[in-house]
């Protein structure tokens, strides 16, 4: 196993058979949301009648983000509503091996290892940070260029029959041709920086039912339009933010502190510290998805001013979650990179 800042590091692949391991990415317009409001509740509370292990629900302005295994997608029936991206996308995991302890390495954490080698290797990613652990998600015909450049650096294991697996560098096509890559430099993309305070939370599932009908009111009858920003601000004073994710048993929910009052206090739980966390918002207009290093422009700059980071992709645009005593800090580092590359 070979060492990396400090402590041992590994990327879990999904297996290549098994159900489960491939995530589509679909844009919900929200005048169909009504369309659709019996399959995400079956999503969102009966997991076991979808068997869907992977499910993100993500609210913006401008749409639904969902990120959904194939036992999800078949839940969602086709409509002038849905957009789905044409790739088919793989979860990559990349876990920190302290001793005997196994945990999340972080997004600023692999920026340098993981994020950058990527970027620069040409592979689009999108990024799925939880209150647990980060998903880094790539397109199934990018495989073996992930691999071969990230086996370079880490212990790469698939999940086979539910156990771990070492990957071979070798062993990396999963029955698709080497993906070759040359590509332009990335697009320098605005940043804006909304005024609301948010919150990243979990939740025990068994007391999911609990919250059920808050939850219900949040996603499908709270809608309220953005509030404008004033002179001189450098984004809107407040957007329309909330996501939901239940993968493998766990949850996960980012939203705001005013939104949050509406929710029992006692079964909503976050870290200790009880911090709360301010927006960055990347792209002045849709990011698509073949463009490569947009994580990379964020996350690099976070990680090289040491600065922690929940990091969220959504259909349109990305979203980076950060200390709220810091937001004047990375806005600065952010915006002294986004001249660098200009220049």
């Not at 290892?113 to 397109?139: C, G, K, N, W």
């Not at 001189?232 to 939104?259: H, K, R």
């Not at 207009?285 to 001013?305: K, R, T, W």
Request: with cysteine.
């Amino acid at each position: 196993m070979l060492n990396s800042g400090g402590s041992h590091m590994l990327v879990s692949l999904p297996g290549t058979a098994g159900k489960g391991s491939r995530v589509r990415v679909l844009s919900l317009a929200r005048s169909g949301l009504w369309l659709y409001t019996h399959p995400l509740i079956k999503l969102l509370f009966l997991p076991r009648r979808s068997r869907c292990k992977f499910f993100s629900l993500t609210e913006t302005p401008e749409d639904y983000t969902l990120m959904v295994d194939e036992e999800g997608f078949k839940e969602l029936p086709p409509s002038e509503f849905l957009q789905v991206a044409e790739a088919t996308w793989l979860v990559l995991n990349v876990s920190s091996h302290s001793g005997a302890a196994v945990q999340a390495a972080g997004v600023t954490k692999i920026a340098r290892s993981v994020i950058t080698p990527l970027a620069e290797h040409h592979v689009s990613v999108l990024m799925l940070s939880t209150y647990q652990t980060d998903f880094i998600l790539v397109r199934e015909q990018d495989l073996s260029v992930v691999i071969h450049t990230l086996a370079q650096e880490f212990d790469i294991y698939r999940e086979v029959g539910g156990e771990p697996v070492p990957v071979a560098r070798e062993d990396s096509s999963n029955g698709c041709p080497r993906a070759q890559h040359a590509g332009p430099n990335p697009t320098v993309h605005p940043i804006q920086s909304p005024q609301n305070r948010f919150c990243v939370l979990t939740l025990d599932p068994e007391t999911l039912p609990a919250i059920a009908t808050t939850l219900i009111d949040v996603l499908f009858y709270s809608h309220s339009a953005p509030k404008e920003a004033a002179p001189g601000e450098p984004g809107p004073s407040s957007i329309t933010f909330f996501a939901f994710s239940l993968i493998e048993g766990y949850i996960s929910i980012v939203m705001d502190a005013e939104t949050q009052k509406k929710f029992p206090s006692d079964l909503l739980l976050t870290s200790s510290s009880g911090e709360l966390w301010r927006m960055v918002r990347i792209g002045g207009q849709p990011l698509g998805f073949d463009e490569c290093g947009i994580v990379a422009q964020i996350a690099g700059p976070l990680a090289a001013a040491d600065i922690s980071a929940y990091y969220i992709s959504t259909f349109n645009f990305d979203h980076a979650l950060v200390p709220e005593d810091g937001i004047d800090s990375v806005i600065e580092v952010l915006q002294r990179r986004q001249e660098g590359l200009g220049s």
